[in-house]
Nanobody, 128 residues
Framework: QGQLVEFGGGLVQPGGSLRLSCEIS????????IGWFRQAPGKEREPVTC????????YYLDSVKDRFTITRDNAKRLVYLQMNNMKPDDTGVYFC?????????????????????WGQGSQVTVSS
């Protein structure tokens, strides 16, 4: 089944940076893609970025390209989301998720409906 726990949310000013961490246990990091998703108030959970298991192939939502970076540390069993030049629209609850499904590309796989294991969520607020 596995367990995911997020760390690192908080309040940041526009233009600032924040790093989220997702600690993963009970899952193979080679066989599971890990993703970061966010949910703003009144909106559906949306994929922000995903990284393929056992690979560095990654997908990014267009609005976060060149600002956000997903990385994985297999030894520490952590997946990070580095967020730079943050904007108020980045505000939401950020969840990390895991899936063993594979739809042929990381972009196709990075969809909420394919992820079954979730962390508890971490609030990120971008505001001055």
């Amino acid at each position: 089944q596995g367990q995911l726990v997020e760390f690192g949310g908080g309040l940041v000013q526009p233009g600032g940076s924040l790093r989220l961490s997702c600690e993963i246990s009970g899952l193979s990091l080679d066989l599971n893609s890990i993703g970061w998703f966010r949910q703003a108030p009144g909106k559906e959970r949306e994929p922000v970025t995903c990284i393929r298991g056992g690979s560095t192939d990654a997908y990014y939502l267009d609005s976060v390209k060149d600002r956000f970076t997903i990385t994985r540390d297999n030894a520490k069993r952590l997946v990070y989301l580095q967020m730079n030049n943050m904007k108020p629209d980045d505000t939401g609850v950020y969840f990390c998720g895991a899936t063993s499904a594979w739809l042929g590309t990381i972009e196709a796989t990075c969809a909420t409906r394919y992820f079954r294991t979730w962390g508890q969520g971490s609030q990120v607020t971008v505001s001055s």
